[in-house]
């Protein structure tokens, strides 16, 4: 009986808990920002289906955001060159902090967690130096803890390599200041790499894309969980008519670069948005909302298995059945072998990313 009052009375207890993890705010898989029709930026969860399980504001156009892997926070960023990120409750909507980029620094959009939530790291452009930088920031307090060097020049996306105390760093070698907005200032000598660091900024390999490559700007990644890295480029030059956007990397090997046969590459424009693994790992994705268009491929062969047709897709996900996308039509929807299906659509404009969830709760 003694067990069995115990029994309940920690139920009770249990049920007068705040819950802090996803599940507190309906589990969502998702995250993304996007413009809606009050003219509102938002950060909104979305479930398997598209279904917005939350919707936050944000003081301006937001890029990307990082999920926190056990609480319901979430960083969301300002797109390049902002100098906020705002830290989210997701269960009340309040805004618990605002990050701000040190003078003479900026973000470029993205940050990761580490695997166990306790720090955050963010990408940033030390601009008067024309060097790459990852803040290092306490994930309960985020006081900013210190920064690194990213092992380049314009360090875009950022992922902790699974299962390791390792981050992977996409530096699209473009050098740009704020004082001339988006323009690239070094187009004739830039020089993309893939990054590897610990989490105390030492770098443990690097691998460049040199020759006839060097204007092809690594910008964003996807990793497979054997720690195989996707990352999507986008084309600086003109010497090469329909450049390949899409690499694969394994620590210890060469880079592979894949391409479509060319009147599907040169749908691309030059340009991919997202890039993700299916959840199989047997295929690879990327997007181009200039060209209204998105390309599979298989992973082991590199051979292009399928191209898609769809209105300024760019957000990009592992899914139940693979892949989901979203466009800046509103659209949610989800790949198979023969065609796209739209499985949901909001009255708002989906922004560039769709950020899986990927919780420890």
């Given at each position: 009986?003694?067990?069995?009052?115990?029994?309940?009375?920690?139920?009770?207890?249990?049920?007068?808990?705040?819950?802090?993890g996803?599940?507190?705010?309906?589990?969502?898989?998702?995250?993304?920002a996007?413009?809606f029709?009050?003219?509102?930026?938002?950060?909104?969860?979305?479930?398997?289906?598209?279904?917005?399980?939350?919707?936050?504001?944000?003081?301006?156009?937001?890029?990307?955001?990082?999920?926190?892997?056990?609480?319901?926070?979430?960083?969301?960023?300002?797109?390049?060159?902002?100098?906020?990120?705002?830290?989210?409750?997701?269960?009340?909507?309040?805004?618990?902090?605002?990050?701000?980029?040190?003078?003479?620094?900026?973000?470029?959009?993205?940050?990761?967690?580490?695997?166990?939530?306790?720090?955050?790291?963010?990408?940033?452009?030390?601009?008067e130096?024309?060097?790459?930088?990852?803040?290092?920031?306490?994930?309960?307090?985020?006081?900013?803890?210190?920064?690194?060097?990213?092992?380049?020049?314009?360090?875009?996306?950022?992922?902790?390599?699974?299962?390791?105390?390792?981050?992977?760093?996409?530096?699209?070698?473009?050098?740009?200041?704020?004082?001339?907005?988006?323009?690239?200032?070094?187009?004739?000598?830039m020089?993309?790499?893939?990054?590897?660091?610990?989490?105390?900024?030492?770098?443990?390999?690097?691998?460049?894309?040199?020759?006839?490559?060097?204007?092809?700007?690594?910008?964003?990644?996807?990793?497979?969980?054997?720690?195989?890295?996707?990352?999507?480029?986008?084309?600086?030059?003109?010497?090469?008519?329909?450049?390949?956007?899409l690499?694969?990397?394994?620590?210890?090997?060469?880079?592979?670069?894949?391409?479509?046969?060319?009147?599907?590459?040169?749908?691309?424009?030059?340009?991919?948005?997202?890039?993700?693994?299916s959840?199989?790992?047997?295929?690879?994705?990327?997007?181009?909302?200039?060209?209204?268009?998105?390309?599979?491929?298989d992973?082991?062969?590199?051979?292009?298995?399928?191209?898609?047709?769809?209105e300024?897709?760019?957000?990009?996900?592992?899914?139940?059945?693979?892949?989901?996308?979203?466009?800046?039509?509103?659209?949610?929807?989800?790949?198979?072998?023969?065609?796209?299906?739209?499985?949901?659509?909001?009255?708002?404009?989906?922004?560039?990313?769709?950020?899986?969830?990927?919780?420890?709760?």
């Amino acid at each position: 009986m003694t067990n069995r009052r115990n029994f309940l009375a920690g139920l009770a207890a249990a049920s007068l808990t705040p819950a802090s993890g996803w599940s507190s705010v309906g589990a969502p898989v998702y995250l993304a920002a996007g413009l809606f029709p009050d003219g509102s930026y938002r950060l909104s969860g979305l479930d398997n289906a598209g279904a917005i399980l939350f919707s936050i504001p944000l003081p301006a156009r937001g890029h990307a955001a990082a999920a926190h892997p056990s609480k319901a926070q979430a960083v969301a960023f300002a797109r390049r060159p902002g100098t906020f990120a705002i830290v989210i409750d997701c269960k009340s909507g309040h805004v618990i902090k605002r990050l701000t980029a040190p003078k003479g620094r900026h973000f470029y959009g993205h940050g990761t967690f580490s695997a166990d939530g306790t720090r955050f790291f963010t990408t940033e452009n030390k601009y008067e130096a024309a060097e790459g930088v990852i803040g290092v920031w306490d994930a309960n307090s985020f006081v900013r803890l210190g920064e690194f060097a990213s092992g380049g020049v314009g360090p875009h996306d950022i992922r902790l390599m699974p299962g390791s105390d390792m981050l992977v760093i996409a530096n699209g070698g473009i050098e740009t200041h704020p004082d001339t907005g988006r323009t690239k200032l070094n187009l004739p000598t830039m020089l993309p790499n893939l990054a590897y660091v610990d989490l105390s900024g030492s770098v443990l390999a690097k691998v460049e894309l040199t020759g006839a490559q060097h204007k092809n700007s690594i910008r964003h990644l996807a990793v497979r969980s054997d720690g195989l890295v996707g990352f999507a480029m986008q084309w600086q030059g003109n010497q090469i008519k329909h450049p390949p956007l899409l690499g694969l990397h394994k620590l210890g090997e060469i880079p592979r670069l894949l391409s479509a046969p060319e009147r599907q590459q040169s749908d691309l424009q030059g340009y991919a948005g997202s890039i993700a693994f299916s959840t199989d790992g047997h295929s690879v994705a990327i997007t181009c909302p200039r060209g209204n268009t998105l390309h599979r491929f298989d992973v082991t062969s590199g051979a292009l298995m399928n191209a898609y047709t769809l209105e300024d897709v760019c957000g990009l996900g592992a899914g139940a059945e693979g892949l989901v996308f979203t466009t800046g039509t509103g659209a949610f929807g989800s790949l198979n072998a023969a065609h796209a299906k739209i499985s949901s659509r909001q009255d708002c404009q989906w922004d560039n990313h769709l950020i899986p969830i990927q919780t420890t709760d």
